[in-house]
């Protein structure tokens, strides 16, 4: 056991959101709908690589959001194999999808997916269940190796919350850029947050 929880202490989980799209440019909320990635998105995509490189992974399992942004991102960042895991796609915005949070105020004043309803989509209970097991097939195979998730904003954002043991709505307090870089892991037997938000510096990138 205390073999087990050593190489626990030391396990990385590193979270990795898509590249830049059309649609994240202009803050239009994109869950289902599979855009692609702007010329801006694949250079911050391949400037994520060497960032993740330098963690020094053990053997990492890649995971990605079936969307092509994610697979996209994964593949410039040099992130393979990867496995499309239908759990990792990002929180279903029903009909929201596509608006702007501006747009959505119009009819539903100080709206925000982390603290409203979203009709016709995903929960928080839905949104937190699919976090909740995408992180217990992760738990089960740190002990061996690492893992990168690479997906969204918002359902990255729930893993991050879910994983410091906060609920859902508590996603509202970790802001997840395009292309960043989130480092999950342990400190004393308690799960954590060894590293936030990390942007590598791309080609035209105005951040």
Same mark, same amino acid.
């Given at each position: 056991?205390?073999?087990?929880?050593?190489?626990?202490?030391?396990?990385?989980?590193?979270?990795?959101? !898509?590249?830049?799209?059309?649609?994240?440019?202009?803050?239009?909320?994109?869950?289902?709908?599979?855009?692609?990635?702007?010329?801006?998105?694949?250079?911050?995509?391949?400037?994520?690589?060497?960032?993740?490189?330098?963690?020094?992974?053990?053997?990492?399992?890649?995971?990605?959001?079936?969307?092509?942004?994610?697979?996209?991102?994964?593949?410039?960042?040099?992130?393979?194999?990867?496995?499309?895991?239908?759990?990792?796609?990002?929180?279903?915005?029903?009909?929201?999808?596509?608006?702007?949070?501006?747009?959505?105020?119009?009819?539903?004043?100080?709206?925000?997916?982390?603290?409203?309803?979203?009709?016709?989509?995903?929960?928080?209970?839905?949104?937190?269940?699919?976090?909740?097991?995408?992180?217990?097939?992760?738990?089960?195979?740190?002990?061996?190796?690492?893992?990168?998730?690479?997906?969204?904003? !918002?359902?990255?954002?729930?893993?991050?919350?879910?994983?410091?043991?906060?609920?859902?709505?508590?996603?509202?307090?970790?802001?997840?850029?395009?292309?960043?870089?989130?480092?999950?892991?342990?400190?004393?037997?308690?799960?954590?947050?060894?590293?936030?938000?990390?942007?590598?510096?791309?080609?035209?990138?105005?951040?």
């Amino acid at each position: 056991m205390m073999e087990v929880m050593s190489a626990i202490e030391g396990a990385r989980l590193v979270l990795l959101r !898509h590249g830049e799209t059309a649609w994240s440019k202009q803050h239009r909320h994109t869950g289902r709908t599979d855009v692609a990635l702007t010329a801006l998105g694949e250079e911050q995509a391949k400037a994520a690589g060497p960032l993740i490189a330098g963690l020094g992974l053990r053997d990492p399992l890649v995971l990605t959001s079936p969307r092509r942004r994610a697979r996209h991102t994964a593949e410039l960042a040099g992130l393979a194999p990867a496995t499309p895991d239908e759990d990792l796609a990002e929180w279903d915005y029903g009909d929201y999808e596509g608006l702007t949070t501006p747009q959505i105020h119009d009819h539903d004043p100080g709206w925000t997916v982390f603290t409203g309803a979203v009709p016709g989509g995903e929960s928080f209970a839905e949104v937190g269940a699919r976090a909740d097991r995408v992180l217990d097939s992760v738990l089960a195979v740190l002990p061996e190796r690492d893992a990168v998730l690479v997906g969204h904003g !918002h359902f990255s954002r729930v893993l991050i919350a879910r994983w410091a043991e906060f609920a859902v709505r508590e996603g509202r307090r970790f802001v997840l850029s395009t292309a960043a870089v989130s480092v999950l892991g342990f400190e004393h037997d308690s799960r954590t947050i060894l590293a936030h938000n990390l942007i590598a510096e791309s080609k035209g990138d105005p951040r």
